[in-house]
């Protein structure tokens, strides 16, 4: 180290054989005076180094304390739920638990209520989360209403009624449910090949109760936010219960309720740890007050069996493609904005579109329009539904998705 002094000379004696007795005496005593003085000097430095070795500890002592805090130190969630003069008032997630901080004037300044913050153990702030780290609010879609109508969707009116049974009446008249003593359904599952309407349907629902309406994405909930799979279940259902009435929607759920596979896969285990948070959820539904739940998928054979018990999704509702008759309401919904010619019929067209569904029928009446404009004209007529149909059909046998229900 820099710090080491050099050592003071070693003082030497010589002591002649011709001295005199009092000469080797002075000698003798002058050397003793010297070894004194370099015996002084090495305690000096001696104390010295044991002053700086002692300041060095400590500070080693301080970095081995602030480095463990550092790994050790948890943050914990807050909402700001308001700003007084110099304070700031938050509650914490998990427990609600509401404190009064400080914060510095910087801070202060940029914060707002609602915001999302990080606090330690002694609730000061560490850092305000911006909204991509805020996985609750990007995985969950809440709106107070989806504009979606039961007048768009076509053909489904069994599936529509049983869907009112099952989820509005229970939050618009609850009382007729307590008076008959009839539990309503704990969670409804809305299955069928793709694009049948089964997300419109929930969307409906949404729309006509005053409830808000929380979507989530079961694909995302496990490919987006790995590792906060199960936390954004729980925040779900937390949501749902502060919004109440809240219908929770929970779209493809295929992708966090599928049967357990042979592989032991990382992934896998993410997704079962999601779904146990989901069964748990509805498994505790009892004092839920007024949320219901809608599941959607097109892949019911993936399901896992247990998410179908009594008390969770117990009421199932098949959402098949469209007969004849349906694909001619879904036609006229399609096309009822558009300036079709008289030689369109929409009955005939819905005869020979057997195996479409809605959505194909809505892409459907789409191309033809393209036809029409493509061909310079105004109105759409029955050879660019013609035309559509070859179209989208070589489309299909092109590429045809096999439907999983
Ligand atoms: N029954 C229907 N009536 C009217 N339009 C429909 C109907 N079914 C589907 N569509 C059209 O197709 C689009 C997709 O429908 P939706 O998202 O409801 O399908 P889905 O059943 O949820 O499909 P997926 O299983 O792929 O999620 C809708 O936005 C709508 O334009
Ligand atoms: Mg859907």
Redesign the pocket.
């Known amino acids: 180290m820099s710090h080491s002094p050099s050592l003071p000379d070693r003082p030497t004696l010589e002591l002649d054989p011709e001295m005199s007795e009092s000469e080797r005496l002075d000698a003798l005593r002058e050397h003793y005076l010297e070894v004194s003085q370099v015996h002084e000097e090495l305690t000096e430095q001696l104390d010295a180094a044991r002053d700086r070795q002692s300041e060095l500890r400590s500070e080693v002592n301080d970095l081995q304390e602030e480095n463990e805090a550092l790994k050790t130190s948890s943050l914990y969630l807050a909402t700001v739920e308001e700003l007084t003069d110099d304070q700031v008032l938050l509650k914490q997630h998990g427990n609600n638990q509401e404190v009064l901080t400080e914060v510095s004037p910087r801070l202060y300044d940029r914060l707002e209520a609602g915001d999302r913050v990080a606090i330690n153990d002694s609730f000061a702030i560490q850092t305000m989360l911006d909204a991509e780290t805020d996985a609750r609010a990007q995985a969950m879609e809440v709106s107070a209403e989806p504009d979606v109508a039961y007048d768009?969707?076509?053909?489904?009116e069994s599936q529509i009624q049983e869907v009112r049974e099952a989820v509005e009446d229970p939050l618009t008249n609850p009382e007729k449910f307590e008076t008959v003593g009839v539990e309503p359904p704990t969670g409804v599952l809305?299955y069928?090949?793709?694009?049948?309407?089964?997300?419109?349907?929930a969307k409906a629902v949404a729309n006509q109760t005053d409830a808000t309406f929380i979507k989530m994405a079961g694909s995302e909930l496990v490919q987006k936010f790995i590792g906060e799979g199960a936390r954004l279940v729980r925040d779900l259902f937390e949501l749902a219960a502060e919004r109440e009435p809240a219908i929770i929607f929970i779209?493809?759920i295929d992708a966090i309720a599928s049967k357990r596979t042979e592989s032991k896969t990382s992934g896998d285990a993410e997704v079962q740890r999601t779904m146990m948070q989901l069964l748990s959820e509805m498994d505790g539904f009892d004092q839920r007050g007024d949320v219901s739940i809608i599941a959607?998928?097109?892949r019911f054979d993936m399901l896992d069996r247990a998410i179908l018990r009594p008390g969770r999704f117990d009421r199932l509702i098949e959402?098949p493609d469209?007969d004849a008759e349906?694909r001619e309401?879904?036609l006229e919904?399609?096309t009822a904005e558009m300036s079709l010619h008289d030689d369109v019929d929409l009955e005939a067209i819905a005869e020979t579109t057997e195996g479409f569904?809605?959505?194909e029928?809505?892409s459907l009446a789409t191309e033809a329009g393209m036809y029409a404009i493509r061909d310079g004209r105004t109105d759409i007529q029955a050879g660019d539904f013609e035309d559509a149909q070859e179209k989208v059909s070589t489309e299909e046998a092109a590429g045809t998705p096999i439907a999983f229900y």
Do not use: R, Y
């Open positions: 768009d969707i076509g053909g489904l809305l069928g090949p793709p694009g049948t309407g089964k997300t419109m349907l779209d493809e959607a998928t097109n959402v469209p349906g309401k879904i919904i399609h569904s809605g959505a029928l809505e």
